[in-house]
Structures are given as C-alpha cells and as structure tokens.
C-alpha cells in the first residue's frame, strides 16, 4: 500500500511514520518537501505519487501566534486539508486528518460528542473546523481524529515546556480551570495504524461501507494542566523540586482564548475501531521511560 505523509518532522509525523511501516510504503514529506500554503505544490505532489491513502497531521498549531497568523492557519488548516480532499476523491484515496477539541467553545462539563455543535473559540480553532467541513463537502472517504493536548518527547508541547522550566526556576504558576487529556503522540499513532488497518483488511470487503466520518481520539480519563504539571513533576523530579502553583485561566491571559472544557467522548472510536487508548497517567509513566530525556531539551 502506498501511504503518503505529510508533516513528517512533526511530533504526530514522525510517530506516524514509524507506525505505518507496517501497513505499506511511507511517503513521508516534512514542509521542505512539501508547503501547505500552495495548492498547486499539493495537487502535483499528490497526483505523482498516486497514493492509496493520505495521511495528514501537519498543521498549523501555534494557537496564540494564529490570531496574528489567520491568513496563514488558515492555508494550512483549512485550505490546504480541502485540496488533499479533492485530489484523494479523485484518486479513490482514504485520508485521514487530525482536528482538536479547540472546535468546541469548552462550555459545559460533560465530555463533547461527535456530533456536538462546535464553536471555536479562536482562529486555531477556527481553521481547523473549515478543514473539517472542506474534508467532508469533497465527498472523499476519510477519517477525522479530533485529539486533545497532544505531547511527545520530540517537538514544542507542554511535557518539555514544563521539564525545562522545572529546571531553570524554583516556582511555576500552572492554569488550573481547564480540563482534558494529556495524549501522547504515540498511542496516536498507533491507535491511527490499527484503524487504517481495520479498513484496509480484506476481510472486511470491498463492497463493505467504510467507517466513514469525524472520531474522538484522546488518551483516557482527564485533568487539568497543573494536574498534567504535577504528573511530569512525580514522575521527573528535578533537584531542587520547584513549587507548582494551581492559578485560574485569568492570570495566565493569552492571545487566544481557550476552552475550559476540552473533554472529549471517545465511545465511537471504541464501538466502531475496538480501540481505546490507555490512561493519560500510564502513558506520560511510559512516555518518560522509553523516550528517556528529549534530545531537544537544552
């Protein structure tokens, strides 16, 4: 099978890369080789590797810088997923994307459905769901992921944000009025390939309906970030350990507004795939002892 990735350097990318090996042969494309920002670079890409499926997490996931960047979040995360749609309709390719529970405005206190009405609360969130909508208007068969507060031990993301300041000071004042699951990057991945695998089976036959539409895909249970901060910390207790300070949203302002409410429902994924990712806590335990140190932390 031909798979074609993009955003390959990415955290979400380079976990992908590894995890379809597997099902076939990996295309892989960070943005030298590929710039989302040009359609026509995307078409002639696409159709000169002819792929059977399309993968695509890169993204534009600087949230704050987004407000600054509408133009450019949105060429990334709208536009460009909308031509990879096309072009894999035309082909008679799957794509799979990955989206964010930052589509819903975080009201309530009850994990959000699939088919909850979104209404982002920035542009990130924003572009994202004109991404989605571009995906489901082509007609392609596709699979959308929406995740949440993904880390790993490669890239920018809270996990290395908080080992690093850890370190360098001896407080750190973490919001603590929102809630969701830390997910890792891998078990994404991971999850991903064995869905793919799941629709490219022969067993499942070729007059067979896909599983066709948008998934929650979230590591289990939940937290705020000082709770995700208080995990790191037991888990990777620098010396001296610094003090984690609980604060609300509103001393910690920022361009972008968040949802405090980033629960999301995974029991689709579940009945439809069979798949349920672990425990936010056990995966950030196995995040840390496989990956050891990042060898991008200074």
């Known amino acids: 099978m031909n798979i074609l990735l993009t955003g390959a350097r990415g955290q979400l ?40 499926v399309i993968v695509n997490p890169a993204a534009h996931t600087a949230v704050d810088r987004a407000e600054s960047e509408a133009d450019l979040a949105h060429a990334v995360n709208a536009t460009a997923p909308g031509v990879l749609a096309e072009e894999a309709e035309r082909l008679g390719a799957t794509l799979i994307h990955y989206s964010t529970d930052y589509v819903f405005d975080g009201s309530g206190d009850r994990p959000w459905r699939e088919d909850d009405a979104s209404a982002p609360l920035n542009v990130y969130g924003a572009s994202k769901l004109a991404g989605e909508r571009a995906i489901q208007a082509s007609g392609c068969r596709h699979l959308i992921f929406r995740t949440s507060w993904v880390y790993g031990a490669r890239g920018a993301n809270f996990l290395l944000t908080m080992r690093r300041l850890m370190r360098e000071r001896p407080e750190l004042k973490v919001v603590a009025d929102q809630t969701g699951a830390p997910t890792w990057c891998r078990d994404l991945a991971e999850a991903s390939a064995l869905a793919l695998a799941q629709i490219v089976s ?17 590591n289990a ?60 806590r056990a995966s950030l335990a196995r995040c840390l002892d496989v990956d050891g140190t990042p060898a991008d932390l200074p």
Do not use: C, Q
Request: hydrophobic fraction near 35%; charge should be positive.
């Open 202 to 218: 022969p067993a499942r036959g070729a007059d067979k309906p896909g599983p066709w539409g948008v998934y929650h895909m979230t």
């Open 13 to 52: 990318g380079w976990e992908l890369r590894r995890t379809l090996a597997s099902l076939g042969e990996v295309t892989a494309l960070d943005s030298r080789a590929l710039d989302l920002t040009d359609a026509d670079a995307i078409r002639r890409v696409v159709r000169e590797r002819a792929p059977r």
């Open 221 to 280: 249970g939940e937290t705020t970030w000082h709770g995700f901060a208080e995990a790191i910390l037991a888990l990777d207790p620098p010396n001296p350990r610094p003090r984690l300070l609980p604060i609300p949203s509103s001393e910690y302002p920022t361009p972008a507004r968040r949802p405090r409410n980033s629960r999301l429902d995974n029991g689709k994924l579940a009945r439809v795939f069979g798949l349920r990712l672990p425990d936010w």
